[in-house]
């Protein structure tokens, strides 16, 4: 299947300064990505939906100038948490649809997650 | 809103014994369903997905039947093993690729040998 890659793995960062978070999709292109918190024994909550291009779509609740989306390329998305603080400690991931003929619409490829703690 | 709902964990059983993890789901029109596994340190793995009623999704030994009429998509297996081990994950997608999912909690099964 296809692999999709986060880094870093887990961060630890002072309240105030910002943390920048990449997926990739090492083998395969995608237009459109996801991205998820996880709270403790919590479900994956969508935070936003990134196409490549575009402006990232935010589900509800989520606030867009706290979590800056870029999907400059096919094959990297980040997700920059600005000015964070203890509450956004959580465990983010994201998710790739595929593109073209080696991927099916059907399945969302996910990367292993990033770890955030906020200070 | 749409919403999964699933047994919570940590479900405990022994190596062969039969499995079933109980998922009902709450969506307009007719969702897509999945199963997703996560094993320690990795990402979720789809595990299996079915995109109509009555379909059936099958993988590794394990099945789930999309019910709508009890809105429904039980995961089972007939005989677990150790390496069976893992978080799996109910969900559903209305949509196509271009939608996110919507996942339940997660249930943590712990096979013994």
């Known amino acids: 299947g296809a692999v999709v890659s986060q880094h870093p793995s887990w961060v630890i960062c002072k309240s105030g300064t910002s943390v920048k978070i990449e997926c990739r999709s090492l083998?395969?292109?995608?237009?459109?990505m996801f991205w998820y918190r996880q709270f403790p024994k919590q479900s994956l909550m969508l935070m936003a939906t990134s196409n490549e291009g575009s402006k990232a779509t935010y589900e509800q609740g989520v606030e867009k100038d706290k979590f800056l989306i870029n999907h400059a390329s096919l094959t990297l998305s980040t997700l920059t948490v600005t000015s964070a603080h203890p509450e956004d400690s959580s465990f983010y991931i994201c998710?790739?649809?595929?593109?073209?003929?080696?991927?099916?619409?059907?399945?969302?490829?996910f990367g292993p997650g990033t770890r955030l703690t906020v200070l | 809103g749409d919403s999964v709902t699933q047994m919570e964990g940590p479900v405990t059983l022994s190596e062969e014994a039969f499995l079933t993890i109980n998922c009902t789901y709450t969506?307009?029109?007719?969702?897509?369903l999945f199963w997703y596994v996560q094993y320690p340190g990795e990402g979720l793995q789809l595990l299996l997905k079915?995109?109509?009623?009555?379909d059936k999704g099958s993988n590794k030994g394990f099945e789930a039947t999309y019910r709508k009429e009890t809105t429904s998509f039980h995961l089972e297996k007939g005989s677990v093993q150790v390496s069976d081990s893992a978080v799996y994950f109910c969900?559903?997608?209305?949509?196509?690729?271009?939608?996110?999912?919507?996942f339940g909690k997660g249930t943590h099964l712990i096979i013994q040998p």
């Open positions: 969900a559903l997608r209305r949509g196509g690729g271009a939608d996110g999912l919507t």
């Open positions: 083998d395969f292109q995608a237009t459109t």
């Open positions: 998710s790739s649809g595929g593109a073209g003929e080696a991927s099916s619409y059907n399945e969302q490829f």
């Open positions: 969506a307009t029109g007719y969702p897509s």
């Open positions: 079915a995109t109509k009623a009555d």
